[in-house]
T-cell receptor, first 117, second 112 residues
Framework: AAGVIQSPRHLIKEKRETATLKCYPI?????VYWYQQGPGQDPQFLISFYEKMQSDKGSIPDRFSAQQFSDYHSELNMSSLELGDSALYFC????????????????FGPGTRLTVL | SQQGEEDPQALSIQEGENATMNCSYK?????LQWYRQNSGRGLVHLIL?????REKHSGRLRVTLDTSKKSSSLLITASRAADTASYFCATDGETSGSRLTFGEGTQLTVNP
């Protein structure tokens, strides 16, 4: 079965640089979520999109922005990177209830490991 | 985590034994999901239990939910070395919408 695709899988950046992370949801899934997992921590919600509109916003720094495109893929743009941004960034997707989705069952991609030097 | 805690934080057992992990949460929920994460890798969805359900099974997994105690347990029966991973519970709630709030995770080690 198709899964959530994230690219790149690994990314190394210098402080103050920018980074763009991409997420391709499972086909027919129109809701995308972004989570950040720091070393030894649990994942924290950043932002989500439903039908190309931002649907919820969590603890996402102002330096970060995201959007969902017409083909439902999403990109997380990160600017002025800081050492503390080093983390695993996960994208998850879900199928809405009206399309047979099961109660907000979210499926995660393999993550992008961002290292800021 | 702002939502809850997992207990124990680490668990080490022998292959063939059962493993039980617990998760507590603080606010009213709609659903609770369990995920597995191998070291530094992706989160694999294991099972979802709705707030009006009390128990659910999937293969060697058994999940219970006690909304009066705001807690859930994940039981893995007849464990295998391949079950070694971190296990997280995640909730979504009436006030938080569809975003998931994760517990702190239990590191399970199954020794061959």
């Amino acid at each position: 079965a198709a899964g959530v695709i994230q690219s790149p899988r690994h990314l190394i950046k210098e402080k103050r640089e920018t980074a763009t992370l991409k997420c391709y949801p499972i086909p027919r899934h129109d809701t995308v979520y972004w989570y950040q997992q720091g070393p030894g921590q649990d994942p924290q919600f950043l932002i989500s999109f439903y039908e190309k509109m931002q649907s919820d916003k969590g603890s996402i720094p102002d330096r970060f922005s995201a959007q969902q495109f017409s083909d439902y893929h999403s990109e997380l743009n990160m600017s002025s990177l800081e050492l503390g941004d080093s983390a695993l960034y996960f994208c998850a997707s879900s199928l809405p209830l009206v399309a047979g989705g099961l109660y907000n069952e979210q499926f995660f991609g393999p993550g992008t490991r961002l290292t800021v030097l | 985590s702002q939502q809850g805690e997992e207990d124990p934080q680490a668990l080490s057992i022998q292959e063939g034994e059962n493993a039980t992990m617990n998760c507590s949460y603080k606010t009213s929920i709609n659903n609770l999901q369990w995920y597995r994460q191998n070291s530094g890798r992706g989160l694999v969805h294991l099972i979802l239990i709705r707030s009006n359900e009390r128990e659910k099974h999937s293969g060697r997994l058994r999940v219970t939910l006690d909304t009066s105690k705001k807690s859930s347990s994940l039981l893995i029966t007849a464990s295998r070395a391949a079950d070694t991973a971190s296990y997280f519970c995640a909730t979504d709630g009436e006030t938080s919408g569809s975003r998931l709030t994760f517990g702190e995770g239990t590191q399970l080690t199954v020794n061959p």
